[in-house]
């Protein structure tokens, strides 16, 4: 069994900060691409920053250059480094892996989510 477990989420006010964090846990044989998502009140959800396990980085427009996403491979965790908040950032924000246990079948896992919210 596999399983991702977020935290770092909270209330925070405009232009601040957060880190959340992503450890995946199990029979893991080897984890690929990792990546945050987010889905705010009444909008589908939608792709945030994706990491692979070379380091190869991708981020959605909209959070580029406030947001740094990143790995530890030791750790099977990966990060969201989440600066110069906005109201609009408000969401709750779910990490993705691909990950290949240790029987070698390849699925996509998500996390239980955790809630950010940005609001003075």
């Known amino acids: 069994q596999v399983q991702l477990v977020e935290s770092g989420g909270g209330l925070v006010q405009p232009g601040g900060s957060l880190r959340l964090s992503c450890a995946a846990s199990g029979s893991i044989f080897s984890i690929n691409a990792m990546g945050w998502y987010r889905q705010a009140p009444g909008k589908q959800r939608e792709w945030v920053a994706s990491?692979?396990?070379?380091?190869?980085?991708n981020y959605a427009d909209s959070v580029k250059g406030r947001f740094t996403i990143s790995r530890d491979n030791a750790k099977n965790t990966v990060y969201l480094q989440m600066n110069s908040l906005k109201p609009e950032d408000t969401a709750v924000y779910y990490c993705?892996?691909?990950?290949?246990?240790?029987?070698?079948?390849?699925?996509?896992?998500w996390g239980q989510g955790t809630q950010v919210t940005v609001s003075s």
């Open positions: 990491i692979t396990r070379d380091g190869g980085i």
């Open positions: 993705n892996a691909e990950i290949v246990d240790v029987l070698r079948y390849h699925r996509s896992y």
